[in-house]
């Protein structure tokens, strides 16, 4: 079983609101950092959200107030809710995680996780 899996995302236009979802076996660890990033062609890979075993949240300046992140450790599952979509928010978004051994902030780098889900795809367009 791959140890990050991704669904939902698709084809909206601007305004709309799509779901992502992640399921990840690092959430079954004690401590953990997960996040969202997005990449669209061309371009690197930005992060986007991030959450950690304290459920402490963050988001990138460029969707806070319009995406939410959360997670439903029952289901060990991960959600990113994009909101008031703007076809700047296109691109394959990437569910990361990795195990972590000390408290402390999450990284916003690619290179901070160890774990990464195959990508969803995103597009807005009118």
């Known amino acids: 079983q791959a140890p990050v899996r991704q669904s939902g995302g698709g084809s909206v236009s601007p305004g709309d609101t799509v779901r992502l979802s992640c399921t990840a076996s690092?959430?079954?660890?004690?401590?953990?950092?997960m996040a969202w990033f997005r990449q669209a062609p061309g371009k690197e890979r930005q992060w986007v959200a991030l959450?950690?075993?304290?459920?402490?949240?963050d988001a990138s300046i460029s969707v806070k107030g319009r995406f939410t992140i959360s997670e439903d450790n029952a289901e060990n599952t991960l959600t990113l809710q994009l909101s008031t979509l703007k076809p700047d928010d296109a691109g394959m978004y990437y569910c990361?995680?990795?195990?972590?051994?000390?408290?402390?902030?999450?990284?916003?780098?690619?290179?901070?996780?160890?774990?990464w889900g195959r990508g969803t795809q995103v597009t807005v367009s009118s």
């Open positions: 690092v959430v079954a660890t004690s401590m953990y950092c």
């Open positions: 959450i950690d075993d304290n459920g402490r949240t």
């Open positions: 990361a995680a990795r195990a972590r051994e000390f408290d402390g902030d999450c990284s916003k780098v690619p290179r901070g996780y160890t774990d």
